[in-house]
């Protein structure tokens, strides 16, 4: 595999330049915004074949369910994502 020293050398270059005049040149439109979400990682290629994917929003849910509400039973954890984070970080500070 080639191996590449300039932004310039990529195949996707172009497109690059696009995306960067779209998000910082001055136009009459406000311009492009990027936006990466939970799961977006999920795309990546790994590091090794039996690399571990990167957890989900699901995945997060069930480890602070079960370290917040594991005495009083999972079953009576709120569902809300957002909800338990917050609990999680002022349980943790």
């Known amino acids: 595999m080639?191996?590449?020293?300039?932004?310039?050398?990529?195949p996707d270059f172009p497109a690059i330049r696009q995306i960067s005049e779209a998000l910082w040149g001055v136009t009459d439109?406000?311009?492009?915004?990027?936006?990466?979400?939970?799961?977006?990682?999920?795309?990546?290629?790994?590091?090794?074949?039996?690399?571990?994917k990167p957890p989900l929003w699901?995945?997060?849910?069930r480890t602070m369910k079960e370290r917040l509400y594991s005495a009083v039973g999972v079953e009576k954890a709120p569902?809300?994502?957002l909800?338990?984070?917050?609990?999680?970080m002022i349980?943790?500070?």
């Open 29 to 52: 439109t406000r311009g492009a915004a990027v936006l990466v979400g939970a799961g977006f990682s999920r795309n990546a290629v790994l590091p090794t074949p039996n690399s571990i």
């Open 79 to 81: 569902t809300d994502p």
């Open 83 to 88: 909800r338990l984070a917050e609990e999680y």
């Open 58 to 61: 699901l995945d997060f849910c």
């Open 2 to 10: 080639e191996k590449l020293n300039r932004i310039e050398d990529l």
């Open 91 to 93: 349980s943790i500070l």
